[in-house]
Every structure is written in C-alpha cells, then in structure tokens.
C-alpha cells in the first residue's frame, strides 16, 4: 500500500508553501517523499517536484490555443489530464514501491465540489495503484474573523468532503498570522470545534451586507450543523510541532500508522482509539504493557461475574 495527502484548498491558502513544509518535514523523520504538482498553472515551484503536469499540460498554452481564460483553461487541463490518466500512471509507478506522495491540485474549488474530474482522478489512482490518501483541505485562517466568510469556509469544506469522499481533514492555515487581521468574536475554539453556530448570527446581524441575507445565511448554518462533520484543526507550517500533530491526524486517516504493525485486531482498536500522542514507534514494553492491560480487564470481568 502507497500512502500520500491530496493537498486541495482556495487560491491562497497555503497549498505550495505546505507541500515544500510538509515535505520537508516528512524527509527528517525518515520518509521518502514525492511531490507531485498538478496545478498547471503553479510555475514557480519552491519545492523539487517528482512529477509535473506541465511536462503533459500547460495551462497558458491552453488559454491561448482555446481563447479560454483561467478558470477555464483550468478545467479544460484537468479534462485533459483524466483523459490521459495513463501518463500520470506510468509517472508515478517507479515511486510507489517506498515513496509517500503528496499531490499539489490547483486552488480552483469548483474542481472539488462541482465538476468530476477530479475526482475522477483520484478515484482511478486508488484503484489502479492501490493508494491510500487523505485529502487535506486548506482554509485560511484569517478567514474566521469575518463571520460571513467563515460560514462559506464552512460550505465549503462540507461541500468538498461530500463530494470527494474521501479521508479528511479541514485545516486553518497560517494561523500564526490570524492576530494581524483583529480580534476574533470567540475564542479558537469555537473555530475548529464547529459546534453551534447560532452564536454567529448577532455578529452577521452587525454587518449590513450580512444582514441582508440573514435568513439565508440561518438556513446555511443549520445545514451545516445537521450533518455535524466538519471541524478544523490549525497549522503553523514553520512550527515543528504543529506540523507533526497534523502529521499524526492524518496518518491516523489514511491508515499509514498500521502500515508497519503485524497484531490483533484488538491491538488495531487500541492505537484507533489512542489519542494523538501516541508512541509510532511501539516496542516490546509497550506490547508487554498492553497484554498485561488486557490481562487485567479479563481478571476483572471475571471477578465481576
């Protein structure tokens, strides 16, 4: 099994500048590590990528043999790359056997929750090559400051894991910098957790543009209450420790931390359910303890009975 991230997420929030981290990161704890850019429109790279769509696409080329303009251009590129999914198959063949892969996708968001391409490229990459992904979703977190935004962050985070389907994770990035945009109305918190949004609506009333739409915006609000999936955790890419939290967030996702472990299912059950500082790399102590746990639990079943 390959593990990997498909990095998503509007234009600006981060997604370039995390893949470079993000790798980074990932290459000082021991992993192999390929980056895979699929933005054609991203030509000014930070990081060594393994694999470029513009060595198959390029978006200004596109836009200037259709006469399309970017948004366009974008999807015409990820039609393209669907249809020529083979390229992309054979590219990434000779990484699979020890790399972990992360996929830089454009900031186009109708690609996530709209059209199907993309998706559909996804979608044949598990299949064909046996990968698990977590899709990681990113937002910006200034966006939380202004209410208003922050409920469309909200749609469309929700919108994007309905329509992709797969493991994932929301994620408020920069948030080392959200102090510069003002105070927040709640605390942090109330931002990641997601757990009532009613609180909102007397700071959208404040905004006249808000309040023009209140009864919609109330409607948007319950629905994302009603399916209660989306949360957020925060990234500060510069910061070590948060990166390794989400590193641990998604690993948990996609499976990778089962990836190296040869047990029970019970043991399975244990490190699902263990919280996120749990030891990746377990030794026979550790094993030692949890049969003795085990052990335990049996002893006061039966004394119980």
């Avoid at 390929?34 to 060594?48: F, G, I």
């Avoid at 992360?102 to 490229?121: K, T």
């Avoid at 109330?218 to 009603?226: A, G, P, R, T």
């Avoid at 919280?275 to 039966?302: G, H, I, N």
């Amino acid at each position: 099994m390959v593990f990997g991230q498909v990095v998503i997420g509007p234009p600006g929030s981060g997604k370039t500048t995390y893949c470079n981290g993000m790798s980074q990161f990932l290459s000082l704890v021991g992993r192999k590590v390929a980056v895979v850019n699929l933005d054609p429109a991203n030509d000014a790279l930070p990081y060594e990528c393994a694999i470029n769509i513009e060595d198959l696409i390029k978006l200004s080329d596109v836009m200037a043999e259709h006469s399309l303009g970017p948004n366009g251009g974008l999807v015409y590129c990820m039609d393209y790359l669907e249809k020529n999914i083979d390229w992309l198959e054979e590219k990434l063949k000779p990484l699979i056997e020890d790399h972990y892969l992360l996929f830089d996708f454009p900031g186009q968001v109708e690609l996530f929750f709209l059209h199907s391409n993309a998706r559909s490229i996804i979608n044949k990459l598990i299949k064909r090559l046996n990968l698990r992904l977590t899709a990681v979703h990113l937002i910006d977190a200034h966006l939380c400051c202004d209410p208003g935004k922050y409920v469309s962050a909200l749609l469309l985070s929700l919108s994007t894991m309905l329509h992709l389907e797969l493991p994932h994770i929301n994620v408020l990035s920069k948030i080392d910098l959200i102090e510069n945009y003002g105070n927040l109305a709640f605390n942090l918190n109330f931002y990641t957790d997601v757990e009532d949004l009613s609180y909102l609506q007397h700071h959208l009333d404040q905004d006249p543009r808000s309040a023009k739409y209140r009864k919609l915006t109330k409607e948007l609000c319950n629905v994302i209450d009603d399916f209660s999936l989306v949360n957020f955790t925060t990234m500060d890419i510069q910061d070590k420790e948060s990166v390794g939290n989400l590193v641990k967030l998604i690993d948990k996702s996609n499976g990778y931390i089962f990836s190296s472990i040869d047990s029970s299912v019970v043991e399975f059950s244990k490190i699902a359910a263990a919280p996120l500082d749990w030891d990746y790399y377990r030794t026979a102590e550790v094993q030692e303890k949890y049969m003795k746990d085990d052990e335990f639990v049996q002893q006061r079943s039966k004394s119980s009975q």
